[in-house]
């Protein structure tokens, strides 16, 4: 058996946290050989809801959970976290836009950098889920002076998935022959989900589906809207599929990205394709497999790409206008 983990995450009583819970337990990000310690935050409302869930986990009686921990203390939560998913925040509801939230949700993620920059393991990887997960994980990332940037990085693999399966249902295939999609810029409906460098079965997808209005608009729009979708359909933000995006997201960074294949992943920006430094903008990423992630270099855009590259990314700036007074410095 490997070392135990220790896995914080915020909102555990919520609707991701629900799904999300019992699939750390089973050990589908750090695998079969490692024990996990989950250390659930949530504020005081939700706790008595907390303790019920933590029931349950203890009645899933899984091999390789040693303890859960409940506690409305970031510090007691992120206490020498090797991950934090943070997905504790407020979903928007119908007739919103994700930046709607920024105003509510964004001072959460102060104090919770704070605390992770005290308390977490000093190479702690931190996952921002709650929205707007860009600029939130842009707030938590430099309130946190003791945890390198790098160990950040938002959740944009959501949007990734739901390209894969869109560009696998257009063309008949499954969407695990789908590869290499990017999701360039923020979690929001200006996102960039571009298709030129995807494959299907291993053949460009553009050559796979011959049909560039499809891809440039039907495409587009609905990876795009999928968020809306899905909350107009079932009156609740999505949380099954978000959880298994965590997941994902998670087991990458921990497992590696298969050879030859990239995920989507917000990070701070380096400069890479222009967009400002320090910014936290969705990327096509590789994983070493060790918590680290490389921005994918030498992609280029055609001046359609490039102007859509460029609405998402003038977003994030306009986004990080809007927070300045809790961005430290
Ligand atoms: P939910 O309302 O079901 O659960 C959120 C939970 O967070 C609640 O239990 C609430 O008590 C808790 N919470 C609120 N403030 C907190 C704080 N300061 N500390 C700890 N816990 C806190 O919502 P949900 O459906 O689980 O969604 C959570 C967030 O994830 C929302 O912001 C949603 O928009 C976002 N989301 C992001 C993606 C993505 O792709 N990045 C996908 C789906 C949802
Ligand atoms: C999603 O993409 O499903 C989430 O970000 C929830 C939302 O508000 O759309």
Redo the contacts with the bound molecule.
Sequence with gaps: MADVKRIAI????????YSLLPRLAAGAVFGPETPVILQC???P??LG?LGGVAMELMDCAFDLLEDIVISDD?RTAFAGADLALL??????GKGME?GD?IRE?GP?FTG?GNALSEVAHPQCRVVV???P?NTNCLIALNNAPNLDPKNFS???R??HNRALAQLAEKAGRHSSEVRNVTIWGN?SNTQYPDFHYATIDGKPATEVIADEAWLRDPFIKTVQER?KAIIEARG????MS?AN?AIAHSRLLFQGTPEGEWTSMAVVSDGSYGVPEGLVSSFPVRCPGDGSWEIVQDLSFNEWGKERFEITVNELIGERDMVKDLLPG
């Design positions: 915020t909102g555990a009583a919520g609707q991701i946290g935050l949530e504020i409302p939700a809801a970031p997905v504790g925040s407020k979903p928007r994700r939230l949700n959460i919770q889920v709650g929205n997960c938002a959740m944009t959501l949007d979690h968020g609740l933000s999505s949380a978000a995006a």
